[in-house]
């Protein structure tokens, strides 16, 4: 009996298997769904990402294209820049250093130089050294000093500038001995078209590094080596080996060099220009300091410097 009771009073729960399938579609359904939100997110982000490196690749390329063409475009400084170096150049407190009328001419023949880029090359380093590498941006500037440690102590401070050394073998006291050594050699050792590198004339500098005796300068500035004492060794070298340079120029006549001569009213600096530039090559000359020759190139037979030449 007591079996039995407990059996009449047990109840017996039993669930059906579809009742356990019911939810199942609903975790499947929420499952998808949190599947294509992640996907769709991480195609967005992918796709947002690339978006933008294309964009700032595209932007860089652009803007380099652009400077690119605006550097063939001018190649040269714009002309309020110009006129800003000149003032401050010319209006320092140096006592050695140009008028704005020297500066000038020489600027503009730079400015208007035939050639793209501008050779150019300087006897001396001065207060304008940083001026004149400054208004040749796209060129080859180069100095020529005859003290080795200032052009070492300017090549260290200023790597950007190129300068070399040369010995000068001459003082200034011996300058009509060497004019009139010139003048007996000029068919010779000391003529006007030569390759000074192998020039046995006492007036030619034959020291500078092989490849400058290759170049064809369109612009020469004499403003070294000092020559202001007996004992310096003045300038009559530079201005003559600055003639046989201009002279030389490939192509023969038609080819010219603008040559400058800074303290031109000095009687060594003005003789010696007269000797090898030539007064009529002259086409300018400043009420200061500056002397202004356009020489032509000459053919490898010329025998003289100048047309009003005196045997």
């Known amino acids: 009996m007591k079996t039995n009771l407990n059996n009449t009073n047990t109840k017996l729960i039993l669930l059906h298997p579809y009742i356990l399938k019911q939810r199942t579609p609903n975790r499947l359904w929420l499952l998808a769904f949190l599947s294509f939100s992640t996907i769709a997110f991480l195609l967005t982000f992918i796709y947002t990402k690339q978006s933008i490196s294309t964009t700032t690749t595209t932007t860089i390329i652009t803007t380099t294209t652009t400077a690119a063409a605006t550097t063939t475009t ?3 400084l714009a002309q309020p820049i110009i006129t800003a170096l000149l003032h401050y150049a010319s209006t320092s407190n140096a006592t050695d250093k140009m008028s704005h009328t020297d500066i000038k001419p020489i600027s503009d023949a ?3 130089c035939p050639s793209s880029p501008c050779n150019f090359l300087i006897f001396g380093l001065t207060h304008e050294t940083l001026l004149w590498k400054a208004l040749n941006p796209h060129g080859r500037t180069v100095f020529i000093d005859e003290n080795r440690y200032y052009a070492a102590h300017v090549e260290e401070n200023h790597p950007e500038i190129e300068v070399y050394d040369v010995q000068y073998t001459t003082k200034l006291t011996e300058w009509k001995e060497l004019i009139q050594s010139a003048r007996e050699l000029v068919r010779n050792e000391c003529r ?7 020039s046995d004339c006492k007036l030619g500098l034959n020291d500078f590094p092989n490849q400058l005796y290759e170049v064809e300068w369109d612009v020469i500035l004499v403003d070294g080596p000092r020559g202001y004492w007996p004992e310096a060794p003045g300038r009559m070298s530079s201005i003559f080996t600055a003639g046989v ?3 030389s120029k490939k192509g023969g006549g038609g080819s010219k060099t603008h040559v400058f001569v800074h303290d031109y009213n000095r009687e060594v600096e003005r003789v010696f220009s007269d000797e090898f530039l030539c007064k009529e090559n002259l086409v ?3 009420k200061d300091m ?3 020759f356009v020489v ?4 490898e037979t010329s025998v003289h410097f100048c047309r009003n030449h005196t045997s």
């Open 74 to 76: 001018h190649p040269q």
């Open 110 to 112: 730079l400015r208007q």
């Open 284 to 286: 300018g000359k400043s």
């Open 296 to 299: 032509e190139g000459m053919e």
């Open 192 to 198: 006007p078209v030569q390759n000074l590198l192998f």
């Open 245 to 247: 340079l201009a002279r």
């Open 290 to 292: 500056l002397g202004y």
